[in-house]
């Protein structure tokens, strides 16, 4: 089953925000993509199982607490290149996970298809082992026509069968959710799509509208 969560964190939308305006430098999007993925690293916390554990303070005293159950088996796939900004602040909150890469590129010689969809390449693809209690976090920003991360949400499945898969963007269409969880479906995996924004239009490129342009380019220059 497949979940959509749309995060309405006032912090979260202050930096889609700046992501949005055409007017920043190529450092300070870079560094909002940053600052936008370790605010969505918190938010997927709540999704984590706690476990109760107990400790002694230096005071001599034991004191309960929780701690993530499942924190060591974290896998994180970043989808190059647009995904490594969003990656580097997700690794301050997962600091232990195993990682993964994916380049992928769109075949745009044989264009867009008239349902919104590119055929995919995937031209790299370096990913750890992957076991059956892990969750995985994919990492693309850019969630247009859902191609790129259904080819991805493929290779990783083939390779091994996680406890969930966590997909994490910036803005989604509905088109991609819908094509991603054909995927999920059709694996019988459990995710969880962690977005900023659903925006309502793809144009006849494959961007998102109103969308925030090329994360790639805006990030690194084109
Ligand atoms: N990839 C991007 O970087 N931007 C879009 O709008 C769509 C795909």
Redesign the pocket.
């Known amino acids: 089953m497949l979940k959509i969560r749309v995060l309405d964190h006032p912090y979260i939308q202050v930096v889609l925000t700046t992501l949005r305006d055409k007017n920043i430098k190529q450092v300070e999007f870079r560094k909002a993509l940053v600052r936008l993925g370790r605010a969505i690293g918190f938010e997927i916390t709540r999704d984590l199982e706690l476990e109760t554990v107990e400790v002694e303070t230096p005071l001599g005293v034991k004191a309960r607490g929780v701690r993530f159950k499942d924190f060591d088996k974290i896998v994180i796939v970043t989808v190059l290149r ?1 995904g490594m900004p969003m990656t580097e602040g997700l690794i301050k909150i997962f600091y232990n996970a195993r990682q993964g890469v994916v380049s992928a590129r769109r075949i745009e010689e044989k264009g867009m298809y008239p349902d919104k969809t590119f055929d995919i390449e995937l031209t790299y693809v370096r990913l750890p082992r992957i076991d059956r209690e892990d969750t995985v976090i994919i990492v693309d ?2 969630l ?2 859902g191609s790129t991360i259904r080819e991805v949400l493929k290779i990783i499945l083939e390779k091994g069968r996680p406890k969930r898969v966590f997909v994490v963007s910036a ?1 989604s269409t509905m088109l991609a959710i819908e094509r991603l969880r054909e995927i999920i479906e059709a694996y019988n995996v459990d995710g969880v799509v962690y977005t900023a924004a659903i925006d309502p239009e ?1 144009n006849e490129k ?4 109103p ?8 990030a690194f220059g084109d």
Do not use: E, F, H, N
């Open positions: 647009a920003p850019m247009a026509t803005i793809i494959g961007y998102i509208v969308g925030l342009g090329d994360a790639g380019d805006r």
